[in-house]
């Protein structure tokens, strides 16, 4: 089960989507932009349908929780690091064989500058975006392995992360893609440096979700695919897909 934050978080093939943005310009003359796109991710039974508990949903996150983890590479069972079950999914957690907690967020040499600006005998602050880039960040502290899972689902359940952790990794690159074209354009003038910051940081805000509330159909679309019912050909076939399209992005996406 994967869960998206946005912080958005989603819950997968015994899973849900969750969304959670969340954070960080530190600022000095130059600020440094780092909000955090959590995505989670989890696995469900075979129904005729994903369950509501099991569907793609995005929840607003502390924009000041820090959350720590590792950018996109192969996973395996040891990066599923949490103790128990996350608490609001604990009555479906028998119907759940693991929990992804993924997120989305701004690298740490994104940066905005805001500097003073005098004009109609006012003093005022103005912002502009200098480099803006995305990266999906697996967090293995919030992320659940079911310990009784059955030993013939591993494989298929740990491929099914791994696309899940892909999914959004392409998602990011697609902001950062789109970021592109429309940052540079970006100025922001306030009274106060907060004011300029948390403008922009506003705007950001926007542009994110509603890249993952369009992610997040695909997330959606892929518990479909292969999370209602043991489904190798289907998944391995999305497994193609996404790889496929991460070469597609690779290049120069994370030129800094």
């Known amino acids: ?56 949903r995005m929840i607003q996150i502390d924009e000041n929780v820090i959350i720590t983890g590792f950018t996109y590479r192969q996973l395996t069972i040891e990066d599923f690091r949490a103790s128990s079950f996350p608490a609001y999914l604990s009555t479906h957690e028998k119907n759940i064989n693991a929990h992804s907690a993924i997120t989305i967020r701004i690298t740490g040499d994104s940066n905005i500058s805001i500097i003073p600006q005098h004009m109609l005998d006012q003093n005022n602050y103005l912002g502009r975006i200098n480099h803006l880039v995305f990266e999906a960040v697996m967090i293995p502290d919030k992320s659940w392995w079911n310990p009784k899972m059955k030993a013939g689902m591993t494989t298929y359940v740990l491929q099914h992360e791994q696309i899940h952790f892909a999914l959004t990794e392409i998602a990011a690159r697609k902001l950062t893609r789109d970021a592109r074209k429309w940052s540079p354009n970006l100025s922001v003038i306030k009274q106060t440096p907060q004011e300029v910051y948390s403008e922009i940081l506003q705007q950001v805000k926007v542009r994110v979700n509603s890249t993952m509330e369009a992610n997040q159909k695909r997330h959606l679309k892929f518990d479909n695919d292969t999370s209602l019912f043991y489904s ?24 800094r």
Do not use: D
Request: hydrophobic share 50%.
């Open 1 to 56: 089960m994967a869960s998206i934050t946005f912080f958005p978080s989603f819950l997968w093939v015994e899973r849900i989507l969750l969304s959670h943005l969340a954070r960080v310009f530190a600022m000095r003359n130059r600020a440094l932009i780092y909000p955090m796109l959590s995505l989670f991710i989890t696995l469900v039974t075979a129904c005729a349908q994903l369950p509501e508990y099991a569907k793609p």
């Open 232 to 255: 190798p050909l289907w998944q391995a076939w999305w497994l193609e897909m996404v790889e496929k399209e991460l070469k597609q992005t690779e290049s120069g996406i994370h030129g």
